[in-house]
Each structure stands twice: as structure tokens, then as C-alpha cells.
């Protein structure tokens, strides 16, 4: 059975790769799944028939029969957890994947998405350029520490996992800031995953909906 993602129709991003089904077409890639995506526009994502399968009205869903899952982090689990590739065997190594997986989503990824807000949309408000070095600051932070722990390694815990895909995919919204590349292993790290067969595959599918010359 050939599961079915949903993506936007038109990301913002216009192909940077960004949104998060960019997340889940990697993982299908890395454990070889061919899969179909379902475009959607933002007024399909809030109608009914959406918010049956994403309560919250996002992207990206995952549907494989009578399955239907939300949020990312899920997706990858289910996947993973499914497939080999992308989780150790070893049981413990397999938790300590699962961690990562969690510390992308919940502990890095939180001040990086403040980051986005502040940089983008809150760019115009009178108090913007005070606040702003604070969450910057607040980015440094984490990835200080993060930068310590993964010191010369190539992945975060041994062999590429779940929990580098998520990571890698969590960083990468950092880049256009110019953060990133004040860590260089964080940056080596991103272009690792980025120059996986299966990211450059999920990437390229992406670019083919949404860059600005596709139709
Ligand atoms: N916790 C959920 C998950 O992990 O799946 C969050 C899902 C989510 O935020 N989805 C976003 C969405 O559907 C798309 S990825 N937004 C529409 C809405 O909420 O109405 C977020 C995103 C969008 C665009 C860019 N970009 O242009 O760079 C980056 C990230």
C-alpha cells in the first residue's frame, strides 16, 4: 500500500526546503517507501475534510490504509519504527536515537522557530531590534551545548538515525540567518544530511512543487 503525505500546494519558502513534509519525504527516501503526496492549499488545510485527518489544520498527514497520522515527529517515529534504516537495533541505542529525536523537536527546535517569528514576522514592530539579539542569544544557547556534545562525531549517537534526520532538518531553518555557520561542525552536520541520496531526493520533490518557476 502506497502511503499518501500531504504538502502545501505552494510553499512560502518557495523550495528552500523548509516545511516539514521536506521531514517526512526524507524519511521516506532514507527507507525507500515510494509514497504520493496530496498538494494542498491553505483553505483545504482548514475545511473538513482536512482537519479530519490534522485536527489542527497543517501539514503535513500521513495516510497508509486505514492510518491516518499528524506531526511530524510522529510520522518519522511510525516510519522508522516500520522500516529499517532509520532506528538501531540495539535496544538501548534505539532509545538513545528516540532522545534525539525529542531533543530536535522539543529542545533545539523551539528557540529556532522564535528565531523565524522574530526575524520574519515580527521584523516591523517598533520594539524588533531590541528583542531580537536576545533570541539569537537564546539560539546560541542551545546550540552551544549542542555543538560540545557532537564535538568531531558525524552523527549524534553512532550511525545516522531518526534523530539526525530530525536535527539536521531542525538546524537547516537556521542557516539563512547566518547562525548556523557560526558553529563549524553544526555546519559540517547539516551538509552531511544534506548530501544523503535520500535528502537530495525528498529535497528535489519538494523544489519540483514549489520553486518559483514551477508551474
Ligand atoms: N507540530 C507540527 C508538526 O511537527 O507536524 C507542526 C506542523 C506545522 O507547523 N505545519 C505548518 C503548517 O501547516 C507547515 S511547516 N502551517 C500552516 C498553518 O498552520 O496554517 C511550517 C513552515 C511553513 C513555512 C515555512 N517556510 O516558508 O519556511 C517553514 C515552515
Known sequence: MTPIITAFERSPDGGKGLARDTRVRWALEEVGQPYEVR???FAQMKAP???????????????????CLFETGSIVFHLAEKHAGLLPGDRDARARAITWMFAALNTVEPPVLDLTTARIFEADKPWSAERLPLVKDRVRATLDKLSVYLGAADWL?????????LMVSVLLRLRMSGILDEYENLAAYVARGEARPA???????????NAPSAS
Open 157 to 165: 549517537d553512532g550511525a545516522f538515525s531518526a534523530g539526525d534526520l
Open 49 to 67: 475534510g482536512h482537519l479530519a485527518i490534522h485536527p489542527f489544520g497543517q501539514i503535513p498527514t500521513y495516510e497508509e490504509g486505514s492510518l
Open 199 to 209: 535528502y537530495g531526493r525528498a529535497f528535489a520533490a519538494q523544489f519540483a512543487v
Open 39 to 41: 498538494l494542498v492549499s
